[in-house]
């Protein structure tokens, strides 16, 4: 008998806890990423914006995701696409406007769909009213002082105040022209330069975003994504690091300006204020630690919610090397009580379609489409390994639809700053910000009727949302069909192990309860038994005589109940 993508019947909405409902809701929840200005266009300026998103919340719901988390849409200069805030209390009017924000939350609440914000409280734009006053005032100003100004070292100032490096390339502070016209003094700045660092040692900063915090729960939104959750305290005094490969660190050793120990009274701060409100609100950490152990820091009891587990999206398409990076989540999260969560792709790393299509070892950021099949069939598997782990999963928009990253955008029409500055962090994060196809036609294929921002294949025609639905076995029903029997299932969703099952070599097999998942991560067919009734395949099996024939890169869910 051969099977593809069988699955049972959803139940019908009334069977199944709508998620006002349920409690602890986040421990499981799929929450799913929406780039603002790559979703959907209202108003036909090539941008998407959040009425946009309103509209296609439907689609979400019907997805059947949990959660919507918007990246940033306050008022920017968009130097690093919003991630650089002039004013935490305003929507950039490329998105719309504050009433756009309260109906967007309001009709996501209808739907029983929860909207969770982007922070970024590590540093702000520097058009933000306390850096330009800072730079107006000149020396001595107080307002100096909510960021990182310091003299420069060398006989005239004229050298950086340490040795570190931004992220996105070259020195991490840039020196400033004062009010008299003079060179004078320095700012940190981790990312570009016009995003400079707050000081988390003042007061008035702490202060300013308890009050940030306050105005966006009033508002009615149902949690954070914190920016950079890792970076807010420095190290006293600023050290040298005295390593001149510095971006070969990152991620593997605590640094002086990220993990620091003293970032935890922060969100435990925060945590009074959020517990404040009903509705189980919740905070999730963008937080880029060298281990999961360092990361289930950020998830105590009193501290955060949930925290991303980058070790897991960084894992190759490997059997032996995904079962290390589950086996020690599951182990870190236990001890502190919080959930594991699971993520493939998000806007700032090639989508794992192509990284999957790729030969093993090229990191995060890949500019080679690389073997396209074969990066949507491991893909496909890596999905239904990814959502049926315990604790909460991720999904980033358009990874439903199979896109892969556009690695030929051309150079003019890029806009991430990091591709600018040489030697940044890759700089290449365009080609999995291009925005996502609706339709077969138009334009855009149904983001706008003006084009978009960023120019999309012409094949991608075929993958969008309309070439895909009711087809069976497109990648879009594979999701939608996945997130129904997760809700229905009772042993998906919410857990703190696995049982590992004996598999061939390459193969991962486990149990939750009736529960069993197989992933074969090799290139060729394997042969396991047939544990029941299959639930979900990622690609065509074939089962006789109690065995059931699973394909290369391909997940097999079943049920024994």
Same mark, same amino acid.
């Given at each position: 008998?051969?099977?593809?993508?069988?699955?049972?019947?959803?139940?019908?909405?009334?069977?199944?806890?709508?998620?006002?409902?349920?409690?602890?809701?986040?421990?499981?929840?799929?929450?799913?990423?929406?780039?603002?200005?790559?979703?959907?266009?209202?108003?036909?300026?090539?941008?998407?914006?959040?009425?946009?998103?309103?509209?296609?919340?439907?689609?979400?719901?019907?997805?059947?995701?949990?959660?919507?988390?918007?990246?940033?849409?306050?008022?920017?200069?968009?130097?690093?696409?919003?991630?650089?805030?002039?004013?935490?209390?305003?929507?950039?009017?490329?998105?719309?406007?504050?009433?756009?924000?309260?109906?967007?939350?309001?009709?996501?609440?209808?739907?029983?769909?929860?909207?969770?914000?982007? +922070?970024?409280?590590?540093?702000?734009?520097?058009?933000? $009213?306390?850096?330009?006053?800072?730079?107006?005032?000149?020396?001595?100003?107080?307002?100096?002082?909510?960021?990182?100004?310091?003299?420069?070292?060398?006989?005239?100032?004229?050298?950086?105040?340490?040795?570190?490096?931004?992220?996105?390339?070259?020195?991490?502070?840039?020196?400033?022209?004062?009010?008299?016209?003079?060179?004078? $003094?320095?700012?940190?700045?981790?990312?570009?330069?016009?995003?400079?660092?707050?000081?988390?040692?003042?007061?008035?900063?702490?202060?300013?975003?308890?009050?940030?915090?306050? /105005?966006?729960?009033?508002?009615?939104?149902?949690?954070?994504?914190?920016?950079?959750?890792?970076?807010?305290?420095?190290?006293?005094?600023?050290?040298?690091?005295?390593?001149?490969?510095?971006?070969?660190?990152?991620?593997?050793?605590?640094?002086?300006?990220?993990?620091?120990?003293?970032?935890?009274?922060?969100?435990?701060?925060?945590?009074?204020?959020?517990?404040?409100?009903?509705?189980?609100? %919740?905070?999730?950490?963008?937080?880029?630690?060298?281990?999961?152990?360092?990361?289930?820091?950020?998830?105590?009891?009193?501290?955060?919610?949930? &925290?991303?587990?980058?070790?897991? +999206?960084?894992?190759?398409?490997?059997?032996?090397?995904?079962?290390?990076? %589950?086996?020690?989540?599951?182990?870190?999260?236990?001890?502190?009580?919080?959930?594991?969560?699971?993520?493939?792709?998000?806007?700032?790393?090639?989508?794992?379609?192509?990284?999957?299509?790729?030969?093993?070892?090229?990191?995060?950021?890949?500019?080679?489409?690389?073997?396209?099949?074969?990066?949507?069939?491991?893909?496909? &598997?890596?999905?239904?390994?990814?959502?049926?782990?315990?604790?909460?999963?991720?999904?980033?928009?358009?990874?439903?639809?199979?896109?892969?990253?556009?690695?030929?955008?051309?150079?003019?029409?890029?806009?991430?700053?990091?591709?600018?500055?040489?030697?940044?962090?890759?700089?290449?994060?365009?080609?999995?910000?291009?925005?996502?196809?609706?339709?077969?036609?138009?334009?855009?294929?149904?983001?706008?009727?003006?084009?978009?921002?960023?120019?999309?294949?012409?094949?991608?025609?075929?993958?969008?949302?309309?070439?895909?639905?009711?087809?069976?076995?497109?990648?879009?029903?594979?999701?939608?069909?996945?997130?129904?029997?997760?809700?229905?299932?009772?042993?998906?969703?919410?857990?703190?192990?696995?049982?590992?099952?004996?598999?061939? $070599?390459?193969?991962?097999? /486990?149990?939750?309860?009736?529960?069993?998942? *197989?992933?074969?991560?090799?290139?060729?067919?394997?042969?396991?038994?047939?544990?029941?009734? *299959?639930?979900?395949?990622?690609?065509? %099996?074939?089962?006789?005589?109690?065995?059931?024939?699973?394909?290369?890169?391909?997940?097999?869910?079943?049920?024994?109940?």
């Amino acid at each position: 008998m051969s099977q593809q993508h069988s699955a049972a019947d959803p139940a019908p909405t009334s069977a199944v806890a709508t998620v006002a409902q349920r409690r602890d809701w986040w421990r499981d929840a799929v929450i799913y990423q929406v780039y603002p200005r790559s979703f959907a266009d209202s108003n036909g300026d090539g941008m998407g914006d959040l009425e946009g998103i309103r509209s296609r919340l439907p689609y979400l719901r019907d997805l059947g995701i949990d959660a919507v988390w918007l990246s940033p849409f306050y008022a920017s200069p968009q130097a690093d696409a919003g991630y650089d805030v002039a004013d935490y209390r305003a929507v950039d009017p490329m998105f719309g406007n504050l009433l756009d924000a309260d109906a967007l939350i309001r009709d996501a609440h209808e739907l029983d769909l929860r909207i969770i914000v982007d +922070l970024v409280p590590n540093h702000s734009s520097d058009q933000h $009213e306390w850096f330009k006053r800072a730079l107006r005032e000149g020396p001595g100003s107080s307002l100096r002082d909510r960021y990182h100004f310091r003299p420069g070292k060398g006989e005239n100032g004229e050298l950086p105040p340490n040795d570190w490096e931004s992220i996105f390339g070259g020195p991490a502070w840039t020196r400033v022209t004062e009010p008299d016209g003079s060179l004078g $003094e320095w700012y940190l700045h981790l990312f570009a330069p016009e995003q400079p660092d707050f000081n988390w040692e003042h007061p008035a900063v702490g202060d300013e975003f308890r009050s940030i915090l306050r /105005f966006w729960l009033d508002m009615g939104v149902d949690g954070f994504r914190i920016d950079v959750a890792h970076g807010l305290v420095k190290a006293e005094g600023l050290p040298d690091l005295g390593d001149h490969d510095q971006l070969k660190l990152l991620g593997n050793d605590v640094m002086p300006f990220f993990d620091q120990d003293g970032v935890h009274e922060v969100y435990r701060q925060w945590r009074l204020i959020l517990d404040e409100y009903a509705g189980e609100r %919740i905070f999730v950490a963008e937080a880029w630690t060298p281990t999961v152990e360092r990361t289930a820091n950020y998830v105590r009891p009193d501290e955060l919610h949930q &925290a991303f587990n980058f070790q897991y +999206l960084g894992t190759h398409w490997d059997a032996e090397e995904l079962r290390q990076v %589950i086996d020690r989540t599951l182990e870190a999260m236990r001890p502190v009580g919080a959930p594991a969560t699971w993520v493939l792709s998000n806007h700032d790393v090639t989508r794992h379609a192509t990284r999957f299509a790729n030969p093993a070892g090229l990191g995060t950021q890949i500019r080679e489409a690389g073997d396209r099949d074969l990066g949507l069939r491991r893909a496909r &598997a890596a999905t239904l390994l990814m959502l049926a782990l315990p604790g909460s999963a991720y999904i980033y928009q358009g990874e439903e639809l199979g896109l892969p990253d556009v690695v030929d955008l051309p150079d003019e029409v890029r806009q991430d700053p990091a591709y600018f500055r040489g030697a940044g962090q890759d700089g290449f994060r365009d080609g999995c910000r291009v925005p996502i196809p609706w339709t077969r036609e138009g334009s855009s294929y149904g983001f706008g009727t003006g084009g978009s921002w960023l120019p999309q294949p012409a094949e991608w025609a075929d993958l969008s949302v309309e070439s895909q639905t009711g087809v069976a076995g497109s990648t879009l029903e594979l999701y939608r069909t996945a997130l129904a029997t997760r809700r229905t299932e009772p042993d998906l969703g919410a857990g703190e192990s696995v049982e590992w099952l004996r598999a061939p $070599e390459g193969v991962l097999a /486990f149990r939750r309860g009736e529960f069993v998942c *197989v992933a074969n991560t090799t290139g060729e067919s394997v042969t396991t038994p047939a544990y029941g009734r *299959v639930l979900l395949s990622s690609g065509e %099996i074939t089962e006789a005589d109690g065995e059931t024939k699973v394909p290369s890169d391909t997940t097999v869910w079943w049920t024994t109940a």
